[in-house]
């Protein structure tokens, strides 16, 4: 049995698939690392990892974890890596330039966006990849205006050397791609979908079942851009339709038939441009 | 063997930098600190400094760069001045309390609005509560040896504290002087390797420590840890003073410097850039047979109190020069207010007047510096003062005088 | 001699020796439910041990074990196993 490098006994919820993600991640990098950032729900993940952590406020994104790789590279250190991992919110919003002067860089970090689609620790506020129509404190009618940033393929454009969606439901597809991007120089940029019982308002123990339902409905495509070109690492051959997977959250209640609509027609089409750029150079 | 340079202020910090050899280097240019940036960018483009010189977005950026390459084990170096400070106002908290020996130089300039490219001190002062242990510095050959000084200060195991070097901008940082530049040996033999006995980020040397107990509990008690770090500094700032006198040929005296103060029976206090332009006015006051001295604060944090309460006990009157502003503040910037604190417990105590002189960039000139000095020696004489807290060279103030030196 | 910090066990702040401070609690209390292994109908695929946000429930030659002291009771373990081998149970105590 392998010594767990994330101990039990952390504060996150029961269910997290941030903890899940977590555990997945340490066990393929193993112990030979330095961790920076709070980890998902702000340091209620790094507070466990018996791995040399350091974190800056929410707000530190990036820099601090550049400051890390460059000390090692000034003390000619080569087998450690740097990985960072920052929640949805750092990273789009409060973060996103630094996020942004990382990639453009290249500082050689493994940046992990934790995405559970809401500022979650502080109470479940609405950010900037908060999906179209949830519900969230701040956005008790639903998010009216605005999508949900494209920030995979936003990485992408900065001409990263790899870039990947990652979905705890699919822990070989995950742990490959974690493993593949530890082996690389550079930036790399990799976005975990992180469902959360608690702010998603689903029972805690179908954490698993959402996350592979959004995949299977096309809502998290797995993919992955490696040099530039785009791959589909997923294939999902006859996609579920959207309401199978929006009718287990409680935020999305709210939204009617035409709500649905709209999210299916947008999916389809997103779908179908990816589908297009499966396998070409994209960057 | 020791070269000299003309160098201007910002030069002068550059050459410090590479000889204390900083290892990651994350500085976001501003005005009137860009000099002092593109230096070093030269510096590590030619090989000079081996360094990694991470050209950062924000100063928020160029602080988080720094911690994290502290924390990691590596010299760090950052600058910056006014807004930039101000922008990375949240890392400022958090590096001290980390313990990690950063060590940043900061161009003063006035902080907006109303702001000013040109000088003044709230911007360093700003850090007087979160721990950085501060210098400032005179002129141009101070800087150099300041910055040598401050990582020696910093990573002692006593204090573990980061420290500021500031420098006054345009007039300091923007003017030469002939710099001696130490031998790279010899600040290799004053300056050993950094090495942090307690926070380090090596999965070589990680051991964890299993609490039940969150942070937050002993929170106070790091606080406490960081206090004791302070008031060690103390001695350690005299400790390297003087072994920097010794090695190197130049000491300033420790945290205070006192000109010409035997048998004054009123002193100015002053920091950074005036204290040249005092010294030439307290030469020529002594000339006329005035008994006015000279205190250069040159450490802000740790505050000398000793060192204040030794000068209260032996004059009538001090007169606290401050380049800077506490709005709403009991009475005077925050050197007088300090200051007053230091002297509370002294059986006797002088007469303390707080000039606000030079703000936001505002122009120093002998001509104030004799008035301040007039007005010092005048509460001297009588015993009080007529007003606690006094404004320099502001228009249409009737007893203000700008004169041809 | 080596200067002795006050409070020096805690380490020096925060950060100390690297983050080295862990801060665990028995999450174990939280629980309503908790999962019940047939040991028989377990096929020791190990899904259990992957999906568990917690790292209580681990695969073994005997069948999935779980340490009751820190389990959560999440349920995830119960509703991804594909032979339905794990029950929630109740907690009585």
Known sequence: MQEEIRLPGHVLCPGCAGAIAERLIFNTLGRNIILFGGGVCASGGAANATVPSFSLHFSGVGAGAA??????????????????????????????????????????IMQFCMDNEAYMNT?????????????????????????????????????????????????????????????IEGFKYLHVMVPCPTGWRFSFDKTIEV????????????????????????????????????????????????????????????????????????? | MATKKLLDGNHAAAYGVKLVRAEVL???????????????????????LKAKYITVESEHAAMSVCAGGSAAGARVFTASSSQGIVFMEELLWQVPGMRLPVVMAIVNRSIAFPGSLRTDHNDSLLQRDNGWIQMYCENAQEIIDACIQAYKIAEDSRVYLPTIFAYDGYVISHTAMPVEIPDQEDVDAFLPPYRHEYVYLDPKRYKPVITHEPHSEVGMEYRFQMEEAQNNARSVIEEVDREYGKMFGRS????????????????????????????????????????????????????PVEEMQEIGRNVRAIGFVDRNISHGSAGGGVGTVETARALYTLDERPVLIGFYAGLVGKDVVPGDIRYMAERTLKAAETGKAERQVEWIGLRKQAESVQVKV | MKYRHPYEELGLGPNAGAGSRKHVIATGTWRAFKPVVDTEKCTRCGLCETYCPDGTIKKTDEGAVVDYAYCKGCGVCANECRVRAIEMVRETD
């Not at chain 1, 789009?92 to 290249?106: N, P, Q, Y």
């Not at chain 1, 001409?159 to 791609?177: H, M, R, W």
């Not at chain 2, 593109?38 to 000079?48: I, K, R, T, W």
């Open chain 1, 67 to 108: 400051g890390i790789a460059a000390a090692l590279e000034a003390k000619g250190v080569k087998d450690v890596t740097v990985v960072a991992m920052n929640g949805d919110g750092a990273i789009s919003d409060i973060g996103f330039s630094k996020l942004s002067a990382c990639a453009e860089r290249g500082d050689n």
């Open chain 1, 123 to 183: 109470g479940i506020q609405r950010s900037g990849l908060t999906p179209w129509g949830a519900w969230t404190t701040t956005t008790p009618k639903g998010k009216q205006v605005g999508r949900k940033k494209d920030l995979p393929m936003i990485m992408a454009s900065h001409n990263i050397p790899y870039v990947a969606t990652l979905s705890p439901a699919y822990p070989k597809d995950f742990t490959t791609k974690v493993s593949k991007a530890a082996g």
């Open chain 1, 211 to 283: 996350a592979r339902l959004a995949v299977q409905t096309g809502i998290w495509p797995l993919y992955e851009v490696d040099q530039g070109v785009l791959r589909i690492t997923q294939v999902v051959k006859e996609r579920k339709p959207v309401i199978e997977y929006l009718k287990l959250q409680g935020r999305f209640r709210q939204l009617g038939e035409k709500e649905t609509q709209t999210i299916q027609v947008s999916v389809d089409e997103a779908s179908a441009r990816l589908q297009q750029m499966d396998g070409k150079r994209i960057y």
């Open chain 2, 26 to 48: 994350g500085i976001y240019p501003i005005t009137p600190q860009t000099e002092l940036a593109n230096q070093l960018a030269d510096f590590v483009a030619s090989g000079e």
């Open chain 2, 252 to 303: 300033y005296g420790g945290p205070v410097e006192k000109y010409r103060c035997e048998d004054a029976e009123a002193v100015l206090v002053t920091m950074g850039s005036i204290t040249g332009t005092a010294r030439v006015v307290v030469d020529e006051m002594r000339r006329e047979g005035k008994p006015i001295g000279l205190v250069k604060l040159r450490v802000f944090r740790p505050f």
